[in-house]
């Protein structure tokens, strides 16, 4: 309860990410589309949230919105204080770089990297030096439980264990939000839910998870479950109504 | 700034390792996408070096030649078609000359015991021809001013002339007929090696008589080609002019009534003639660099459609688009690189076996090194600048959405 109404006292005076009437619209052919209508969405610094919606539904294009590889048609959106949509290619990316960690359905790693590489890459581009990046990196996978696999290739480590570089690949840059789009997508019950334990703990440092998918099951690990059906999001108020 | 530079720095750092571990994960296609600017390199650096290497080869023998030496060829005016004997020994007085050789040259009919020869080349020596070529006498005496003066009816025979006429006996002494008159043979020379730049253009000698009596036996008293031997310490530019003040008036300053060839001028035409022809090989060369960098870039644009989903993801990880437009520029320059260094190295060994081959001197040129590797790189960028760009311009979306 305590630091609830510490972060709800810091999200008044500072926007840690606010969207306000976001519409996102397509030229398919001849027709628009309109992918995202009017979407308003805030969380606070420290939340853990699920976007659960079908596919089809605008969720990864939202996805692409929160994680600055996107703008929006139109609307407002703040990320840490900075109005995204005036924003050039280049300050975007700086700002991905700093700000946002991001985990795929199929955990993407570079097949010709070791581990320890992988996770080096975000950092590489931020400018860190090679013996800082090799700390960093080393100290993220053995926080993913990945201690004895620094040097192994992608093909040689099993779905979860790919999925647990991805997830430190996304936090070795120290981001603010983690966006995780379907990342048990890929993944067996089990290791699913180890990773969904893997989550929980991230939060549990007070770091703001944003997932999103198709599971209702897996939506209702996250404190906040909103819904998202042909564009339009709706507060799902709690969660295991499935 | 300074962190700025640092991490540029470190980006660059990092795509070189990228790229060597990118080139090497595809050795085939890297290897014949290579293997176009490593023959253009090649065919570069081997002409360019073979070319030089036969042009100073030349030009070291012309000069070994003709050095010292200043040839003077008389066109004449109207009332005077060459020089007199008094007009050579006022030239031979200048200061700048230390003598002079004039070139009269005749075929004529020899005939001698017996045996007749036809177009036999004799030349008109003078005393000093043979002040020159102290060694050139094997038997007998040379032909001294005293044969000059007195147009005398004597020669010298060259060793091919002893074995035709003489069957390789001592010939001193005998007579030979050279055109119906006969001469009195007084020795026997060996084959000139070094007579000057008039020999290359009149082809070897096999007698020598006086270059008076040449001249009379030409019906003529005027020489109209010479060699001037320069004194010590001047240069063929003194001389010239020093020969030009004192032919000026021997042609009362009649125009375009002789010329005077320097080595230098001859030695600036073998190089202009020689530099063409490097110029033009190189370019022909050429060629085949620029289709090796198309080569080049058409494997980039491959590659950058292949590894879509992988530029989308460094995006997503925060890769800016300059970045990844640096890590497909400097993979395309190390591999045009690559092709280059090994081009020039085989180009160098290929020249190398050719001068063995031709006998030519092998002269490894700084600047072809240069050209071949620099030309490579600059291949490497500017083919690879577009598919670079459109890497970098990719959209993260639609690069992550094509996984």
Redesign the interface.
């Known amino acids: 309860m305590d630091k609830a109404a510490e972060v709800e006292t810091e999200m008044s005076t500072n926007h840690f990410f606010h969207m306000q009437n976001i519409c996102k619209d397509y030229l398919m052919g001849e027709e628009v589309s309109h992918i995202l209508k009017n979407v308003n969405l805030s969380i606070k610094e420290g939340e853990y949230l699920s976007v659960l919606g079908p596919s089809g539904s605008g969720k990864s294009t939202l996805m692409n919105i929160i994680g600055c590889l996107d703008v929006p048609t139109s609307g407002n959106y703040i990320l840490q204080g900075r109005t995204v949509e005036d924003l050039t290619s280049g300050e975007l990316a700086d700002l991905r770089s700093r700000e946002i960690g991001f985990i795929f359905q199929n955990s993407q790693l570079l097949p010709r990297l070791t581990a320890i590489r992988n996770v080096e890459l975000p950092l590489i581009y931020a400018g860190v030096r090679p013996k800082e990046r090799r700390r960093r990196a080393t100290a993220m996978l053995e926080r993913v439980g990945l201690a004895d696999r620094l040097y192994h290739y992608p093909n040689q480590l099993s779905g979860g264990q790919q999925q647990r570089v991805a997830i430190a690949r996304a936090l070795v840059g120290n981001p603010s939000i983690l966006l995780a789009d379907e990342p048990t997508g890929a993944l067996d019950q089990k290791t699913g839910k180890q990773i969904m334990e893997l989550f929980q703990t991230i939060n549990d440092d007070g770091r703001t998870i944003l997932m999103i998918t198709h599971d209702m099951n897996i939506a209702a690990h996250a404190h906040r479950v909103v819904h998202i059906i042909d564009g339009v999001l709706t507060e799902g108020g709690g969660t295991g109504d499935a | 700034m300074l962190?700025?530079i640092?991490?540029?720095f470190?980006?660059i750092h990092?795509c070189i390792t990228m790229s060597i571990?990118?080139i090497w994960?595809n050795k085939v296609r890297s290897f014949l996408t290579v293997l176009g600017i490593l023959i253009g390199v090649t065919a570069v650096i081997a002409l360019i070096t073979t070319v030089s290497g036969v042009s100073s080869s030349i030009t070291s023998s012309f000069t070994s030649l003709g050095a010292g030496t200043v040839s003077v060829s008389i066109t004449g005016s109207d009332l005077k078609s060459g020089l007199t004997r008094d007009d050579l020994k006022t030239l031979t007085e200048l200061r700048e000359v230390d003598g002079i050789t004039p070139t009269v040259s005749l075929r004529a009919q020899v005939t001698c015991s017996g045996e007749t020869e036809s177009n036999v080349n004799v030349s008109g020596k003078s005393s000093y021809y043979f002040h020159l070529n102290e060694d050139i006498v094997t038997h007998g005496r040379e032909l001294n001013f005293i044969d000059e003066d007195n147009s005398s009816f004597v020669c010298l025979v060259s060793d091919e002339m002893v074995s035709t006429f003489f069957f390789a006996v001592n010939p001193v002494g005998a007579t030979l007929y050279i055109n119906g008159t006969p001469f009195t043979v007084v020795g026997r020379f060996k084959e000139d090696s070094s007579s000057g730049i008039a020999s290359i253009f009149s082809g070897k000698s096999n007698i020598f008589i006086p270059y008076t009596t040449a001249l009379k036996m030409n019906n003529s008293s005027l020489v109209t080609s010479f060699t001037v031997y320069m004194s010590e310490g001047v240069t063929s530019s003194q001389v010239s002019s020093a020969l030009e003040a004192a032919l000026d008036p021997m042609f009362s300053y009649e125009e375009d009534t002789y010329t005077i060839t320097t080595m230098d001028s001859i030695e600036d035409t073998m190089e202009t003639m020689t530099g063409m022809m490097a110029t033009l090989l190189g370019g022909i060369a050429s060629i085949a660099l620029v289709v090796g960098g198309i080569g080049i870039m058409n494997m980039m644009l491959t590659t950058v459609t292949e590894r879509t989903?992988?530029i989308g993801?460094?995006?997503?990880?925060?890769?800016?688009?300059?970045?990844i437009q640096v890590q497909f520029l400097i993979e395309s320059f190390m591999l045009s690189l690559i092709g280059g260094i090994a081009g020039v190295i085989l180009g160098l060994l290929l020249s190398l076996i050719l001068s063995e081959v031709i006998g030519s001197t092998f002269v490894v040129s700084g600047g072809a090194i240069a050209l071949g590797v620099g030309f490579s790189a600059a291949v490497g960028i500017l083919f690879g600048w577009a598919p670079a760009r459109k890497a970098s311009r990719l959209n993260?979306?639609d690069a992550?959405r094509s996984?």
Do not use: D, F, H, Y
């Not at chain 2, 993801?313 to 300059?322: C, F, I, Q, S, Y």
């Open positions: 962190k700025s640092r991490s540029t470190i980006m990092e571990s990118n994960g989903v992988e993801l460094k995006k997503a990880l925060g890769a800016k688009p300059w970045q993260p979306i992550l996984m």
